[in-house]
């Protein structure tokens, strides 16, 4: 049920890069401002998943995971509906706003149930399942958005939902939370994440490694009908097609990076290694000119692979903190890096204003992400194999 929500979630969350060009261009928007319209619209979306991230996120340590787990897929599954029937670009970014705001729930909730109710010996395969399955949905969407009017695609994707949370009334709550719940411990305060000062930095730490991730899909796959224009692409390139294959990659690398890092027996020295790959990836996205189109979705799909490290990503934000504050970090955590998008996208434009080309821009951006990712992830705590059964004081 985690796996097919984060499935259903994914495929909603990128149901607009998908459809941008299409629904942008049947309201009216001239081809030269979609660009800078697409950015409006996403940046609503992000800061209604960074808001929402917060709210489901304490929702989830006070009242339990499974009230996220029903109350975030019906926001976000009424607004994808909702999405179907706009008629002007406004109306558009509000409504991208709100389904942004469900949206954030429906991860970190599942990985934090998950996380307390397998063994630990085995607890990265879990997560691993629960990732996987899930980026396949954009794979899906890639597919649908071909097929389908861009309305249609909004319907599939609010319908989806709904019947999901109808297979969910089962669901029951982690022995672990429950266990807590009876105590006098304080529980789903967010402003316990920024205070001590060690913990703040643990916090710090795990959103900085996974900002690499959605630069790679905010910015290189977004816009790569742009960048493949600069890059001497002769043939258009189509979004969905680009977007569909570096999920298609994602979620090949997060089935790779999960049982890497249960070989290795280390989170760390596997996001260390798809670290390294992503900065390849980039250095080819960005360096390779005047190639064929398949080529250029092949360098997609290996850039998707090489970001394939979110399952293990997300792992490691469950992992470290306890169980008063496990949800409230496991889903704010992967929302404020899909809210980096926001500054990320401003930097972005900010760089190409400042006289580079956006594929210059994009090279020099990733290339710092990812030092940066590297340099956070040196100060983490290895977590794999520890006991999720504490609290923070």
């Not at 969350?13 to 299409?22: D, K, R, V, Y």
């Not at 695609?153 to 969910?168: C, E």
Request: hydrophobic share 50%.
């Amino acid at each position: 049920m985690g796996a097919l929500g984060y499935f259903v979630d994914i495929f909603d969350l990128l149901i607009f890069p998908i459809t941008s060009i299409p629904s942008l261009t049947e309201l009216g928007v001239p081809a030269a401002d979609i660009r800078v319209i697409v950015e409006h619209i996403l940046n609503w979306q992000m800061i209604g998943m960074l808001l929402g991230g917060i709210f489901w996120g304490v929702l989830g340590d006070k009242l339990g995971r499974r009230s996220v787990l029903f109350g975030s897929i019906t926001l976000y599954s009424l607004a994808n509906l909702a999405n179907g029937f706009v008629s002007d670009v406004e109306s558009y970014a509000y409504i991208r706003f709100i389904a942004g705001f469900g949206l954030a729930g429906e991860l970190g909730a599942a990985i934090t149930l998950v996380s307390e109710t397998l063994p630990k010996n085995v607890r990265g395969y879990g997560t691993t399942i629960v990732a996987s399955v899930g980026v396949s949905g954009a794979v899906f969407g890639g597919i649908i958005g071909n097929l389908v009017h861009w309305r249609t695609a909004y319907f599939i994707g609010g319908g989806l939902g709904l019947l999901l949370l109808v297979l969910r009334v089962g669901f029951v709550e982690s022995q672990i939370f429950t266990t807590m719940r009876e105590s006098s411990v304080s529980r789903g305060n967010f402003l316990a994440l920024l205070w001590p000062a060690e913990r703040l930095f643990r916090y710090l730490r795990c959103i900085l490694i996974g900002i690499p991730i959605w630069y790679g899909i905010g910015i290189l796959v977004t816009h790569s009908v742009h960048l493949g224009q600069e890059l001497g692409i002769s043939e258009a390139i189509r979004p969905a097609t680009a977007v569909s294959l570096c999920y298609g990659g994602l979620t090949l690398g997060d089935f790779a990076s999960g049982a890497l890092s249960q070989y290795l027996r280390s989170r760390k020295k596997a996001i260390a290694v798809f670290l390294g790959l992503t900065a390849l990836s980039i250095l080819l996205y960005c360096t390779l000119r005047n190639i064929p189109a398949w080529t250029f979705y092949g360098i997609c799909g290996l850039l998707g692979f090489s970001l394939g490290y979110w399952a293990v990503f997300v792992t490691v934000a469950s992992e470290q903190f306890g169980t008063n504050l496990r949800a409230t970090a496991t889903t704010t955590v992967p929302n404020w890096v899909r809210a980096s998008l926001v500054p990320i996208s401003m930097t972005f434009e900010g760089l190409h204003q400042g006289g580079m080309t956006l594929v210059e821009s994009a090279l020099w951006l990733g290339l710092a992400l990812v030092t940066i990712a590297a340099l956070a992830l040196h100060g983490l705590r290895e977590t794999h194999g520890r006991d999720l059964d504490f609290v923070e004081s």
